[in-house]
Antibody, heavy 119, light 108 residues
Framework: EVQLLESGGGLVQPGGSLRLSCAVS????????MSWVRQAPGKGLEWVSA????????YYTDSLKGRFTISRDNSKNTLYLQMNSLRAEDTAVYYC????????????WGQGTLVTVSS | EIVLTQSPGTLSLSPGERATLSCRAS???????LAWYWQKPGQAPRLLIY???SRATGIPDRFSGSGSGTDFTLTISRLEPEDFAVYYC?????????FGGGTKVEIK
């Protein structure tokens, strides 16, 4: 059974940093690209970042302007999202998602972790 | 960036009725690289349709997707109580990956 379990969310002050983790199981992690998708309270879905199976290639939505960094540790079956210089508009539930066969759509989603940026 | 516009924003229907949801792209989505997801309150989204018309594993055949180019449709032939949710389309034709704003299907 595929499982994606996010952790690391919480309350952080504007300008602060946070690192999200996503522990996966149930599939061969290194074979699949992964992404982070976020959802602001009461809003729609926004793709944030993606990483190839090997970790060699990374992609970001333009609005992040280098504040976020995606990475993965294939030996630990874990995906990460380092978030720096956080702003109020980064407040959202962050979902870890598995990409199906390097296609660009997502066949499994984690339950999400809430990040709240507020003073 | 491909902008996806979903309509209507809200669809009020009764169980047993047919639902037709639209997803329009600002530019052509190549190779029908369009997916649909559904999301129930408090839950993560789940994959419904990929490749514009292929149902994901375990999705009942009352759900069907169609379209190409810039116009795509998700049809639910007969609404079941568990189908009332928010539906999102997503294109994976080009980066950045983008989602539509969603259509809420609510009980009338």
């Amino acid at each position: 059974e595929v499982q994606l379990l996010e952790s690391g969310g919480g309350l952080v002050q504007p300008g602060g940093s946070l690192r999200l983790s996503c522990a996966v199981s149930g599939f061969t992690f290194t074979n699949y690209a992964m992404s982070w998708v976020r959802q602001a309270p009461g809003k729609g879905l926004e793709w944030v970042s993606a990483i190839s199976g090997s970790g060699a290639a990374t992609y970001y939505t333009d609005s992040l302007k280098g504040r976020f960094t995606i990475s993965r540790d294939n030996s630990k079956n874990t995906l990460y999202l380092q978030m720096n210089s956080l702003r109020a508009e980064d407040t959202a539930v962050y979902y870890c998602v598995k990409e199906r066969q390097s296609t660009g759509y997502f066949d499994y989603w984690g339950q999400g972790t809430l990040v709240t940026v507020s003073s | 960036e491909i902008v996806l516009t979903q309509s209507p924003g809200t669809l009020s229907l009764s169980p047993g009725e047919r639902a037709t949801l639209s997803c329009r792209a600002s530019q052509s989505v190549r190779s029908r690289y369009l997916a649909w997801y559904w999301q129930k309150p408090g839950q993560a989204p789940r994959l419904l349709i990929y490749g514009a018309s292929s149902r994901a594993t375990g999705i009942p055949d009352r759900f069907s997707g169609s379209g190409s180019g810039t116009d795509f449709t998700l049809t639910i032939s007969r609404l079941e109580p568990e189908d009332f949710a928010v539906y999102y389309c997503q294109q994976y034709s080009s980066s950045p990956l983008t989602f539509g704003g969603g259509t809420k299907v609510e009980i009338k």
